[in-house]
């Protein structure tokens, strides 16, 4: 990862987590204890891999599958990268807030836990999502 990959990185995964913790906030301000949390958390993961996929596949991996079904293949095992990164964030962010029980310390456990989630996660698109030579195999 060059130094300009390796900043926009880290700038895409800080709008992903603010568009993360924003829905997140949206679905808090309607919903409110633990049923609330669970629908935020979900919510705010759903909106944040779509958005981290675009940001993702467009600016740090360059990728150029343009045809429908791989773009589906290439969306979907993207997707299911979050059974791994994706509970790293949860579990941080759910401890935070079982622990504090405050939106403050949940929102930092969702921050702390999503650095190293992301780290976790470019190591994964690197390897096994951005650089598959085909989606017809």
Request: net charge positive; proline share 1%.
């Amino acid at each position: 990862m060059n130094k300009k990959q390796l900043f926009l990185y880290v700038t895409f995964a800080i709008i992903v987590t603010i568009i993360n913790l924003a829905s997140q906030r949206v679905v808090l301000s309607f919903l409110s204890g633990n049923i609330g949390f669970f629908i935020a958390l979900f919510f705010g993961t759903l909106v944040g891999v779509i958005t981290g996929y675009i940001l993702d596949k467009n600016w740090i991996f360059y990728d150029e599958t343009k045809i429908s079904e791989n773009y589906g293949k290439q969306f979907f095992l993207y997707a299911m990268t979050g059974a791994i990164h994706t509970p790293i964030f949860w579990i941080t962010e759910t401890l935070f807030w079982f622990i504090w029980m405050t939106d403050q310390m949940r929102e930092l456990g969702a921050i702390l836990g999503l650095i190293f989630a992301y780290t976790v996660k470019y190591f994964i698109l690197k390897k096994y999502i951005f650089k598959i030579e085909s989606y017809n195999s």
